[in-house]
T-cell receptor
Protein backbone atom coordinates (compact mmCIF):
# COMPACT_ATOMS: atom_id res chain seq x y z
CA UNK A 1 0.00 0.00 0.00
CA UNK A 2 1.36 3.43 -0.94
CA UNK A 3 1.91 5.51 2.19
CA UNK A 4 3.67 8.71 3.19
CA UNK A 5 4.28 9.41 6.87
CA UNK A 6 5.66 12.59 8.35
CA UNK A 7 7.17 13.43 11.69
CA UNK A 8 6.84 15.17 13.97
CA UNK A 9 3.10 15.89 13.79
CA UNK A 10 3.73 19.32 15.25
CA UNK A 11 6.74 21.36 16.27
CA UNK A 12 7.28 24.62 18.15
CA UNK A 13 10.61 26.46 17.77
CA UNK A 14 11.94 29.90 18.60
CA UNK A 15 12.55 32.45 15.87
CA UNK A 16 16.06 32.17 14.48
CA UNK A 17 16.45 28.48 15.29
CA UNK A 18 16.84 25.67 12.76
CA UNK A 19 14.58 22.66 12.42
CA UNK A 20 14.26 19.47 10.39
CA UNK A 21 11.05 17.79 9.25
CA UNK A 22 10.98 14.14 8.22
CA UNK A 23 9.10 12.23 5.53
CA UNK A 24 9.16 8.44 5.14
CA UNK A 25 7.45 6.81 2.20
CA UNK A 26 6.53 3.40 0.87
CA UNK A 27 5.52 4.28 -2.67
CA UNK A 28 6.11 2.26 -5.80
CA UNK A 29 7.05 3.01 -8.45
CA UNK A 30 8.59 6.24 -7.18
CA UNK A 31 8.53 9.18 -9.56
CA UNK A 32 9.35 12.26 -7.45
CA UNK A 33 8.81 13.87 -4.05
CA UNK A 34 7.70 17.41 -3.37
CA UNK A 35 7.50 19.49 -0.22
CA UNK A 36 4.61 21.94 0.02
CA UNK A 37 4.06 24.75 2.52
CA UNK A 38 0.48 25.55 3.49
CA UNK A 39 -0.33 28.72 5.39
CA UNK A 40 -3.54 28.67 7.43
CA UNK A 41 -6.59 29.16 5.21
CA UNK A 42 -4.55 29.07 2.01
CA UNK A 43 -3.71 26.46 -0.59
CA UNK A 44 -0.37 24.61 -0.46
CA UNK A 45 2.59 26.07 -2.34
CA UNK A 46 5.41 23.94 -3.75
CA UNK A 47 8.83 24.48 -2.13
CA UNK A 48 11.03 21.84 -3.79
CA UNK A 49 10.92 18.78 -6.00
CA UNK A 50 13.27 15.82 -5.55
CA UNK A 51 13.74 13.19 -8.24
CA UNK A 52 15.31 9.76 -7.82
CA UNK A 53 18.81 10.91 -8.72
CA UNK A 54 18.88 14.01 -6.49
CA UNK A 55 20.22 13.98 -2.93
CA UNK A 56 19.95 17.63 -1.91
CA UNK A 57 18.19 20.70 -3.19
CA UNK A 58 17.97 24.17 -1.68
CA UNK A 59 15.42 26.94 -2.04
CA UNK A 60 16.55 29.89 0.04
CA UNK A 61 16.46 28.88 3.71
CA UNK A 62 14.81 25.55 2.82
CA UNK A 63 16.99 22.52 2.06
CA UNK A 64 15.45 19.20 1.09
CA UNK A 65 17.27 15.87 1.08
CA UNK A 66 16.31 12.53 -0.40
CA UNK A 67 17.66 9.07 0.37
CA UNK A 68 16.07 6.79 -2.22
CA UNK A 69 17.58 3.69 -0.60
CA UNK A 70 15.95 4.22 2.78
CA UNK A 71 12.94 6.02 1.23
CA UNK A 72 13.34 9.03 3.45
CA UNK A 73 13.30 12.75 2.82
CA UNK A 74 13.90 15.69 5.12
CA UNK A 75 13.19 19.40 4.94
CA UNK A 76 15.64 21.57 6.86
CA UNK A 77 14.68 25.16 7.66
CA UNK A 78 17.53 27.48 8.59
CA UNK A 79 17.24 30.63 10.70
CA UNK A 80 13.49 30.29 11.08
CA UNK A 81 11.20 33.29 10.74
CA UNK A 82 7.70 33.91 12.07
CA UNK A 83 6.40 33.57 8.50
CA UNK A 84 7.63 29.97 8.43
CA UNK A 85 4.72 29.06 10.72
CA UNK A 86 2.63 26.77 8.52
CA UNK A 87 1.84 23.18 7.73
CA UNK A 88 4.48 21.35 5.66
CA UNK A 89 3.23 18.52 3.49
CA UNK A 90 5.34 15.87 1.77
CA UNK A 91 3.78 14.60 -1.48
CA UNK A 92 5.16 11.59 -3.34
CA UNK A 93 4.33 10.95 -6.97
CA UNK A 94 3.83 7.30 -7.89
CA UNK A 95 3.86 5.87 -11.39
CA UNK A 96 4.02 7.99 -14.49
CA UNK A 97 1.96 9.46 -17.28
CA UNK A 98 -1.78 8.91 -17.11
CA UNK A 99 -1.40 6.49 -14.20
CA UNK A 100 0.49 8.97 -12.02
CA UNK A 101 -0.91 9.24 -8.50
CA UNK A 102 -0.02 11.74 -5.80
CA UNK A 103 0.25 10.40 -2.24
CA UNK A 104 -0.06 13.11 0.42
CA UNK A 105 1.69 12.86 3.77
CA UNK A 106 -0.02 13.65 7.05
CA UNK A 107 1.78 16.99 7.39
CA UNK A 108 3.87 18.68 10.08
CA UNK A 109 2.45 21.77 11.74
CA UNK A 110 5.29 24.18 12.52
CA UNK A 111 4.88 27.12 14.89
CA UNK A 112 7.70 29.67 15.10
CA UNK A 113 7.49 31.81 18.23
CA UNK A 114 9.22 35.16 18.87
CA UNK B 1 -0.01 34.49 -14.56
CA UNK B 2 0.70 31.64 -12.12
CA UNK B 3 -2.50 31.89 -10.16
CA UNK B 4 -5.41 29.60 -9.60
CA UNK B 5 -8.43 31.68 -8.65
CA UNK B 6 -11.28 30.25 -6.60
CA UNK B 7 -14.61 31.82 -5.79
CA UNK B 8 -16.24 32.31 -3.42
CA UNK B 9 -13.68 32.41 -0.59
CA UNK B 10 -16.33 31.58 1.99
CA UNK B 11 -19.73 29.89 1.62
CA UNK B 12 -22.42 29.07 4.14
CA UNK B 13 -25.27 26.91 2.89
CA UNK B 14 -28.20 24.93 4.21
CA UNK B 15 -28.68 21.25 3.54
CA UNK B 16 -31.37 21.92 0.94
CA UNK B 17 -29.44 24.57 -1.01
CA UNK B 18 -27.75 24.25 -4.39
CA UNK B 19 -24.51 26.15 -4.84
CA UNK B 20 -21.44 26.05 -7.07
CA UNK B 21 -17.73 26.55 -6.45
CA UNK B 22 -15.69 28.01 -9.29
CA UNK B 23 -12.02 27.68 -10.22
CA UNK B 24 -10.07 29.35 -13.01
CA UNK B 25 -6.49 29.14 -14.29
CA UNK B 26 -4.78 30.70 -17.30
CA UNK B 27 -1.47 28.83 -17.22
CA UNK B 28 -2.45 26.47 -20.02
CA UNK B 29 -2.54 23.55 -17.61
CA UNK B 30 -4.38 20.50 -18.91
CA UNK B 31 -5.03 18.82 -15.55
CA UNK B 32 -7.35 20.27 -12.90
CA UNK B 33 -8.24 18.87 -9.51
CA UNK B 34 -10.70 19.23 -6.65
CA UNK B 35 -9.46 18.44 -3.15
CA UNK B 36 -11.32 18.45 0.18
CA UNK B 37 -9.39 19.37 3.32
CA UNK B 38 -10.56 19.04 6.90
CA UNK B 39 -8.84 21.00 9.67
CA UNK B 40 -5.33 19.74 10.52
CA UNK B 41 -5.51 17.04 7.82
CA UNK B 42 -3.83 16.85 4.41
CA UNK B 43 -5.92 17.48 1.29
CA UNK B 44 -7.94 14.52 0.03
CA UNK B 45 -8.38 14.07 -3.71
CA UNK B 46 -11.95 14.20 -5.00
CA UNK B 47 -11.79 14.57 -8.79
CA UNK B 48 -9.21 14.96 -11.55
CA UNK B 49 -9.88 16.31 -15.02
CA UNK B 50 -7.37 15.75 -17.79
CA UNK B 51 -7.89 17.53 -21.11
CA UNK B 52 -11.40 18.52 -19.92
CA UNK B 53 -12.43 14.91 -19.37
CA UNK B 54 -13.08 13.38 -15.94
CA UNK B 55 -10.10 11.14 -15.32
CA UNK B 56 -10.42 10.22 -11.64
CA UNK B 57 -13.43 10.17 -9.30
CA UNK B 58 -12.35 9.04 -5.84
CA UNK B 59 -15.76 7.53 -5.00
CA UNK B 60 -17.18 10.94 -4.14
CA UNK B 61 -20.90 11.05 -3.22
CA UNK B 62 -23.20 12.23 -6.03
CA UNK B 63 -24.17 15.33 -4.06
CA UNK B 64 -20.84 16.68 -5.40
CA UNK B 65 -20.92 17.12 -9.18
CA UNK B 66 -17.85 18.40 -11.04
CA UNK B 67 -17.92 20.16 -14.39
CA UNK B 68 -15.14 21.32 -16.70
CA UNK B 69 -16.69 23.72 -19.26
CA UNK B 70 -13.33 24.45 -20.90
CA UNK B 71 -9.60 24.06 -20.30
CA UNK B 72 -9.45 27.09 -17.99
CA UNK B 73 -12.51 26.53 -15.83
CA UNK B 74 -13.53 23.95 -13.26
CA UNK B 75 -16.75 23.98 -11.29
CA UNK B 76 -18.01 21.93 -8.37
CA UNK B 77 -21.79 21.84 -8.04
CA UNK B 78 -23.14 21.18 -4.56
CA UNK B 79 -26.60 19.86 -3.72
CA UNK B 80 -28.16 18.46 -0.56
CA UNK B 81 -24.90 18.54 1.39
CA UNK B 82 -24.49 17.26 4.93
CA UNK B 83 -22.88 19.12 7.88
CA UNK B 84 -19.91 16.72 7.68
CA UNK B 85 -19.17 18.12 4.21
CA UNK B 86 -18.02 21.36 5.86
CA UNK B 87 -14.37 21.77 4.89
CA UNK B 88 -11.89 23.77 2.83
CA UNK B 89 -12.33 22.90 -0.85
CA UNK B 90 -9.17 23.39 -2.85
CA UNK B 91 -8.83 23.57 -6.59
CA UNK B 92 -5.46 22.83 -8.18
CA UNK B 93 -4.00 22.60 -11.65
CA UNK B 94 -0.88 21.13 -13.18
CA UNK B 95 0.61 21.00 -16.65
CA UNK B 96 -0.26 17.30 -16.85
CA UNK B 97 -1.44 14.73 -14.30
CA UNK B 98 1.23 14.16 -11.65
CA UNK B 99 3.17 17.35 -12.30
CA UNK B 100 3.67 20.19 -9.81
CA UNK B 101 0.36 21.33 -8.39
CA UNK B 102 -0.65 24.98 -8.26
CA UNK B 103 -3.36 25.44 -5.66
CA UNK B 104 -5.99 28.10 -5.28
CA UNK B 105 -6.68 29.67 -1.89
CA UNK B 106 -9.72 27.50 -1.42
CA UNK B 107 -13.38 27.95 -0.54
CA UNK B 108 -14.18 27.53 3.16
CA UNK B 109 -17.56 25.81 3.12
CA UNK B 110 -19.91 25.56 6.10
CA UNK B 111 -23.04 23.42 5.82
CA UNK B 112 -25.68 24.17 8.43
Amino acid sequence: KNQVEQSPQSLIILEGKNCTLQCNYTVSPFSNLRWYKQDTGRGPVSLTIMTFSENTKSNGRYTATLDADTKQSSLHITASQLSDSASYICVVSAGGGATNKLIFGTGTLLAVQP
Amino acid sequence: DTEVTQTPKHLVMGMTNKKSLKCEQHMGHRAMYWYKQKAKKPPELMFVYSYEKLSINESVPSRFSPECPNSSLLNLHLHALQPEDSALYLCASSQWIGEKLFFGSGTQLSVL
